[in-house]
């Protein structure tokens, strides 16, 4: 297994072990120790794969963990912890790409400069996104079903419209 | 872009599981993956405008010899954060040291400069087509690839080995001095014969027994003259000429056979032509030096086998390709059917050496042993013997190759005075 440089290396982990201690411990503030067990696993397991170069790991731990904030939302006082596990599984599964993308690279030009770069740009998306998400959970509206709806189908129509034309972009 | 979909495939399933279950904090959960994918956009990279140059540190050489390539990727757009170029490698082309491939992060005007080294795996020309560039901002979402032209071109010639100088007598020479009997009088160094003495032959060419004997006439030696010669060197690349087992091609030995006998016979300063005769007809024209050397191992590079219903048999060699009476050798592992149109090109007055390399011990060498193989194998050798017997009788020169022995050891062996007399009393050499 090729060596990563240090800093991805050290970071890599500490957000895996972040985004599973903050999961972890929103599901143990609400006694759900059974679910801490699975979290505690998935973290390790996590962990395992980045060390032994497994691609698949990241992806598919990234979706575990979403679902799991996600099923852990209703729950307080967890909804910060939530909310803090995704973001910290976002960071871990990107740094994991990083990572390998440094890896497979060959030849490097300047790891150094690009690994601080990369850290500044993930350190600015995590804290807006840690940030707007803490504000939407605080904020209370009430909603009609018809407009949910309406809102729903703008969303998805918007969200499809928008990936089709970075699609196009991309080739 | 996979990841891209990943994480939109994340937002859909949490607004419409938030929809579904009008719980609002799910869409809370969402909000840091919108930002991602914002975020994203915003520092999307624009389309790449990068220029290549590719230098190669040589543009021919062996198989197996390492060549340097220096690529450098020169940035003409506005900042890219992070670029990975890598190079495509033909197929055939190996990489030696080095690395193709390299990340960096280009500001306007910046290069990237990679430098590594190739081989050729096997013979032939390999084009360089272009780099890949992939382009993307520093989340890795929006990844755009673009194809640089960086053009260039490896010829890997075929090995070539230094042969002893060989014996060939053509009917008909150039009019430079070379090193192949003329079969004329003149200067040189074997004797040729005598004739009556004629003003300005140097004394010492005088030859005072037959002189002594007619007393009113003075006779001199004359020597034969030494010329170069026109040699057509005629490599079959006929498809069912080549045995191909476990990797290893009969038509890949005679291509070396080839290009050390075109080496050879350029080194003597003869004038070479080659007709690669197969699918088509590839026709190297006739030429001298390091410059000739360079067209025919250039041809022997690209040389493939073929098939072709007009060219199946020898019958359609173009001997307007090569002067009359001039020295043509066949490289050709021969064919039942060959022998007629061989016989015809020696009446049309050719000197005409046939190389061939022995298939019948290239493909037993290659197979497992058992009696049914030992029996194929003697009445296919008692067939080819009988082939190159009747080769011998119309005069034409032949070497029979075992591709396992040295070519050098097995052309001068057949082409030795000793060989020729083996021949002639009826014992193989």
């Known amino acids: 297994m090729n060596e990563t440089p240090s800093p991805t290396a050290k970071a890599l982990p500490a957000s895996i072990v972040l985004a599973t201690g903050a999961l972890g411990l929103g599901y143990g503030l609400n006694g759900s120790w059974s679910i801490v067990i699975v979290i505690a696993a998935l973290g390790v397991l996590w962990l395992v794969g980045q060390w032994l170069g497994w691609g698949w790991t990241a992806s598919v731990e990234l979706v575990c963990f979403v679902i799991i904030a996600a099923v852990g939302l209703g729950m307080r006082p967890g909804d910060g912890w939530m909310l803090a596990g995704a973001v910290g599984a976002l960071s871990a599964w990107d740094l994991h790409h990083f990572a ?23 350190l600015v998306v995590d804290s807006t996104g840690l940030l707007l998400g803490a504000v939407a959970l605080g904020a209370r509206t009430e909603l009609g079903f018809g407009i949910a709806l309406l809102l729903g189908v703008l969303a998805v129509l918007g969200l499809t419209r928008a990936t089709r034309f970075l699609r196009q972009q991309s080739d | 872009m996979r990841r891209l979909l990943l994480l939109v495939m994340l937002v859909y399933v949490l607004f419409l599981w938030g929809l579904g279950t009008l719980n609002g904090a799910l869409l809370a959960l969402a909000v ?6 914002g975020a994203a956009l915003v520092w999307g990279s624009e389309k790449p405008k ?51 491939r390299a990340l960096a992060s280009l500001g306007p005007g910046e290069t990237v400069d990679l430098e590594y080294t190739v081989a050729g795996k096997q013979r032939g020309v390999f084009a360089f087509r272009g780099v890949e560039a992939t382009t993307g901002d520093y989340l890795g979402l929006f990844p755009r690839r673009a194809s640089l032209p960086a053009s260039a071109q490896l010829t ?29 009088g003149g200067s040189g160094v074997d004797f040729f014969g005598i004739r009556e003495y004629q003003p300005g032959d140097p004394l010492r060419w005088v030859n005072w027994r037959v002189s002594a004997r007619h007393p009113r006439t003075l006779y001199t030696n004359e020597f034969e003259q ?22 290893n091609a009969l038509f890949e030995n005679a291509v070396r056979a ?10 003597d300063g003869n004038r070479v032509g080659l007709l690669v005769y ?36 020898l019958d359609y060699i173009p001997t307007r390709f ?56 003697r009445i296919a050798r008692l067939e080819r013997a009988m082939l190159l017997r009747q080769l011998r009788r119309a005069g034409i020169q032949v070497v029979d190759w075992q591709v396992d022995k040295p070519f050098d050891q097995a052309i001068h062996t057949s082409l030795s005075r000793a060989a020729h007399w083996f021949r002639t009393i009826g014992v193989a050499p």
């Open chain 1, 100 to 122: 390998q993308r440094l890896r497979g690279s060959g030849q490097v030009e300047g790891t150094r400069a690009l690994e601080r770069r990369h850290f500044q740009r993930l």
């Open chain 2, 32 to 37: 840091p993956l919108i930002v991602w994918v």
């Open chain 2, 50 to 100: 990068l220029r290549v140059s590719r230098t190669l540190g040589t543009n021919r050489a062996p198989k197996g010899t390492p060549v340097a390539v220096k690529l450098s990727v020169a940035n003409e757009g506005p900042l890219l954060e992070e670029v990975l170029v890598e190079d495509m490698l033909p197929r055939g082309i190996e990489l030696v040291a080095g690395e193709s």
């Open chain 2, 156 to 184: 890997v010639a075929p090995e070539t080995l230094k042969l002893r100088r060989l014996a060939i007598h053509p009917l008909r020479t150039r009019a430079t001095a070379g090193p192949i009997p003329a079969r004329r």
């Open chain 2, 226 to 247: 030494e010329r170069i010669a026109d040699v057509g060197l005629i490599l079959d690349a006929r498809r069912r000429t080549d045995i191909r087992l476990n990797g």
């Open chain 2, 258 to 267: 080839t290009a050390s006998l075109a080496e050879t016979f350029l080194g």
């Open chain 2, 278 to 313: 197969g699918g088509f007809l590839d026709w190297t024209f006739p030429g001298y030096g390091k410059v000739q050397r360079e067209r025919i191992l250039q041809a022997l590079a690209k040389a493939e086998t073929g098939d072709s219903l007009v060219f199946d048999s």
């Open chain 2, 322 to 377: 090569f002067p009359a009476k001039s020295q043509l050798v066949l490289i050709s592992a021969l064919c039942p059917d060959d022998p007629p149109m061989l016989i015809r090109l020696r009446a049309h007055g050719y000197q005409l050496m046939v190389v061939s390399p022995d298939p019948i011990s290239f493909e037993a060498r290659l197979l497992k042993p058992d009696e049914a193989v030992d029996l194929a194998v």
